[in-house]
């Protein structure tokens, strides 16, 4: 194996496969890793400055199932934000743990949940808590004080785990907030292709510190990735850390060269608001503004792809998201700056918005997630779910955090919410059309 010998004439994968090998001779096992993989690993580990490091071929998805499994069994309770990404919660489903949650601060200017406050962290803990996680940075760019939160939950011996998927750069370089393994979380998990130069599903999980169980974290990441880890995305993973070990001055240079030349050229507008870095620390992300004007972030987003070839990374109600890293063009972004100034002049003020905000995430829980989710279940109209006990998941993605979980009772408020974002188009997951009436599925 593989079939193709490394001999496909396709010239799309002629030179992928040529480094797309197997677990052959020399060339180690990453889930018994002894050799060259091994070796890659602990570059890794040096680089990001953890006690172990281990490659992900599945993505931060299988370090968030890997890690919450390593430390919680059935029953067991995580200290979790209501916003986070959906991959706790199929974890939850899977280890049958419960979810006690807490809520991030909202922004009610700009319509975004922003960083963590210890205090919450602090004031949620009791004795039935088995691990804390956290997401930060968030989606939009804003970090939390992870070390703040590192030493409440340390206190009562309790593990922090920090899903900084979006901050796999973090901690490299002057101006760029400083990661989560620096401040003392207790597992970190990264993608490093969403801002790095990896492929699409390449990931890295760090763990430190004695109150996580490594030989059952292996087993675990062992257990959801894939018994035959492709060497493409493990040379593209060993390929980034060249990358940050030698190239990273110029990578994270032109980044901030970048991002300070977006914000001062689209200083002036009068309606469009590019987020400064008082708020958007992470310098990969810049978020869009068109709140209070005649335009939703869908429409901007879809603007800017059609008008003029800048494929964002999601849009929410008010705003639209873009990354951009040190690989980027400098046509790129001067074409993003244009836009946005060329945008600002034809939109006004008429324009309110139905926002997505906190209420929409304080649902009334009826029974475990895992109870819900294996339910009997019905399908009916959207519009006639007031009251009903959901089934399962509705998503808005990107980001993928949920609207409401399996277990969770639908109201008025949440049926609006949805109908809003299915009549503007947005990307929203869990409604099934029948003759284009939305349906969601609920406990019978």
């Known amino acids: 194996m593989p079939g193709h010998k490394r001999n496909a004439n396709d ?11 197997t677990e052959i001779d020399d060339f180690d096992n990453l889930h018994m890793a002894e050799g060259i993989l091994a070796r890659a690993q602990e570059r890794a580990n040096m ?8 490659f992900l071929v599945n993505g931060s998805t299988s370090g968030i199932l890997s890690a919450i499994s390593a430390v919680a069994d ?12 959906k991959s706790l919660y199929n974890v939850a489903y899977l280890r049958k743990t419960n979810l006690k949650y807490y809520y991030p601060e909202y922004n009610e200017e700009y319509d975004m949940y922003g960083q963590v406050n210890p205090d919450t962290i602090e004031k949620a803990l009791d004795s039935s808590i088995k691990a804390v996680f956290i997401t930060s940075p968030t989606y939009e760019g804003i970090p939390s004080d992870i070390a703040k939160i590192a030493e409440i939950a340390h206190k009562r011996n309790i593990p922090l785990i920090v899903d900084e998927a979006h901050g796999a750069h973090f901690g490299f370089y002057d101006d760029i907030p400083d990661s989560a393994i620096h401040q003392g979380a207790d597992i970190v998990i990264h993608s490093v292709h969403k801002t790095l130069p990896s492929l699409t599903q390449t990931a890295l999980l760090h763990v430190q510190g004695n109150l996580v169980n490594r030989e059952l974290l292996k087993r675990f990441l062992r257990i959801y990735q894939s018994s035959s880890p492709s060497y493409v995305f493990m040379a593209s993973i060993d390929s980034c850390m060249d990358y940050l070990e030698q190239s990273r001055d110029i990578l994270f240079g032109k980044l901030l060269e970048y991002k300070r030349e ?34 939703t972030g869908q429409k901007l987003y879809d603007i800017l792809r059609e008008d003029y070839a800048l494929q964002l990374e999601m849009a929410a109600d008010t705003y639209g998201l873009a990354i951009i890293t040190g690989l980027d063009t400098k046509d790129g972004i001067e074409r993003l700056i244009n836009a946005i100034n060329e945008i600002d002049l034809k939109i006004d003020t008429a324009y309110k918005s139905d926002i997505f905000d906190s209420k929409c995430l304080t649902n009334k829980v009826e029974m475990p997630l895992y109870k819900a989710w294996d339910s009997k279940s019905e399908k009916i109209e959207l519009s006639k779910a007031d009251g009903r006990c959901m089934a399962d998941f509705i998503n808005l993605y990107p980001p993928g955090i949920p609207i409401i979980v399996p277990g969770e009772i639908i109201n008025g408020d949440l049926i609006n919410c949805i109908e809003s974002y299915i009549n503007k188009k947005m990307n929203i997951q869990g409604i099934e059309f029948i003759n284009k009436i939305p349906y969601i599925n609920v406990v019978v």
């Open 74 to 85: 059935e029953g067991d309770c995580i200290l979790t934000a209501r916003n986070c990404h």
């Open 11 to 21: 010239d799309v994968l002629k030179d992928i496969c040529k480094i797309d090998i």
């Open 47 to 54: 680089l990001y400055g953890s006690a172990e490091t281990f």
């Open 262 to 295: 977006i914000l001062k050229k689209t200083s002036n507008t009068s309606h469009i608001r590019v987020l400064n870095d008082n708020l958007i620390k992470d310098p990969c992300k810049v978020v869009i503004s068109v709140k209070n004007t005649s335009m």
